[in-house]
């Protein structure tokens, strides 16, 4: 996960947004419910907004491509919810918010 810093920052939102810690949410067991859901929002996300392909995004989360393909079909159930839409178009803005942070301090 780290060897990507794009999918570790993506997922530290997800984890402060669903307010989980982090090594629940990369945990190699299936953990709580809510840590399961963040994950698959981390991984949606992934898939969704940082363009990964499916099967690396399974890598990195150490799951299954089944596991993934059934995570990107739970949120795009959950995406007519207002209150779903709005949790992703935060954790968007935000890493959007740190990516142009970054670059900046970085030139």
Known sequence: MRT????FLLTQLVAQERRVSLTSLLRRSRGSGHAAAARQLAMYLCH???KRPQDV???LFH???????H????IED???????EGE???IEQ??????????????
């Open 63 to 69: 799951r299954d491509r089944t596991t993934v393909a």
């Open 48 to 50: 969704v907004l940082l």
């Open 88 to 90: 992703i178009a935060r």
């Open 94 to 107: 935000r890493f959007n918010e740190t990516r142009v942070t970054e670059v900046q301090h970085a030139a």
């Open 71 to 74: 995570a990107m079909q739970s």
């Open 78 to 84: 959950c995406r007519d919810d207002p209150g779903v």
């Open 4 to 7: 990507d810093p794009e999918v």
């Open 57 to 59: 995004v399974a890598e």
